[in-house]
C-alpha cells in the first residue's frame, strides 16, 4: 500500500544534542511537510518541499532545518534541541500544492532529557 | 491569519448515539478536510471536500462544505467505541503570495461510552 513511513517513532534526544528525524514516501507526491505537534494541540506547520523548493514558514525557529535529497524521503534536522521542543513531529505529503488532500505519517514522538 | 473555530472541544456519548460537530470561520476556503486522529498516532483522513454545498459520505461519517465556503460539519452515525479520538477539521485557502495554507482547528475530543 502507498504510504508516508516515519522513523523511528519514538525518539529520545539530550538537551542541546542534534537529532534527525526521517520520513519517506511511496505516495510519489510533489510535496513534502513537517508539522510540530504538542499535546492537545492542532499540528502546527515548520516548512514545505515542492520538489525540490524549499518554504519556512515565518515563525519556524532557526533551530529547525530540512533536506528532501530525492523525491521519496525527506528529513528533520533539530540542530540543538531544547526542552520546549518535546512533541510530536509529523510528515505529511501531497500530490500538489494548494487544494490537495495532505496524507500523514503516524509522526516521530521525540522527548528531550 | 485565518483561523476556524471547531466546537464542541470534547464530548463524550453513549454507544449507538449520533454525533455532530463543526467547524466555521470568517475567511473562504477552498478545500475542506476532516481528520481523526488516535493517541500517539498521525491523523487520518477522513473525508475530503471541495465544492462549496457538497455532501459527502464515507461509511457512517457525513461532510458538508457550508454554501458560503466558510464552515463545514462532520456527522458520525450509530457511534462505535472505536470512534474515541480526536477530530479534526482542515480548510485550505489560498493565504498570499502565491502560495495556500492548511488551517487546522483545534479539535473535537469523543469519548464513547459502552
Known amino acids: 500500500d502507498a504510504m508516508v513511513i516515519q522513523n523511528p517513532r519514538y525518539q529520545v534526544t539530550q538537551f542541546g544534542k542534534p537529532v534527525t528525524l526521517s520520513c519517506s514516501q511511496t505516495?510519489?507526491?510533489?510535496?513534502m511537510y513537517w508539522y510540530q505537534q504538542k499535546s492537545s494541540q492542532a499540528p502546527k506547520l515548520l516548512f514545505h518541499?515542492?520538489?525540490?523548493?524549499?518554504?519556512n514558514e515565518a515563525d519556524t525557529p532557526d533551530n529547525f532545518q530540512s533536506r528532501r535529497p530525492n523525491t521519496s524521503f525527506c528529513f528533520l534536522d533539530i540542530r540543538s534541541p531544547g526542552l520546549g521542543d518535546a512533541a510530536m513531529y509529523l510528515c505529511?505529503?501531497?500530490?500538489?500544492?494548494?487544494?490537495?488532500?495532505?496524507?500523514f505519517g503516524p509522526g516521530t514522538r521525540l522527548t528531550v532529557t | 491569519g485565518q483561523q476556524l473555530n471547531q466546537s464542541p472541544q470534547s464530548m463524550f456519548i453513549q454507544e449507538g448515539e449520533d454525533v455532530s460537530m463543526n467547524c466555521t470561520s470568517s475567511?473562504?476556503?477552498?478545500?475542506w478536510l476532516w481528520y481523526k486522529q488516535d493517541p500517539g498516532e498521525g491523523p487520518v483522513l477522513l473525508i475530503a471536500?471541495?465544492?462549496?454545498?457538497e455532501l459527502t459520505s464515507n461509511g457512517r461519517l457525513t461532510a458538508q462544505f457550508g454554501i458560503t465556503r466558510k464552515d463545514s460539519f462532520l456527522n458520525i452515525s450509530a457511534s462505535i467505541p472505536s470512534d474515541v479520538g480526536i477530530y479534526f477539521c482542515?480548510?485550505?485557502?489560498?493565504?498570499?503570495?502565491?502560495?495556500?495554507?492548511?488551517?487546522f482547528g483545534k479539535g473535537t475530543k469523543l469519548s464513547v461510552i459502552p
Open positions: 505516495l510519489n507526491h510533489n510535496v
Open positions: 471536500l471541495y465544492k462549496a454545498g
Open positions: 518541499y515542492y520538489d525540490k523548493d524549499f518554504n
Open positions: 482542515a480548510g485550505q485557502g489560498y493565504s498570499g503570495a502565491g502560495s495556500y495554507q492548511l488551517t
Open positions: 505529511a505529503t501531497s500530490r500538489d500544492v494548494g487544494l490537495d488532500e495532505q496524507y
Open positions: 475567511s473562504i476556503f477552498n478545500t
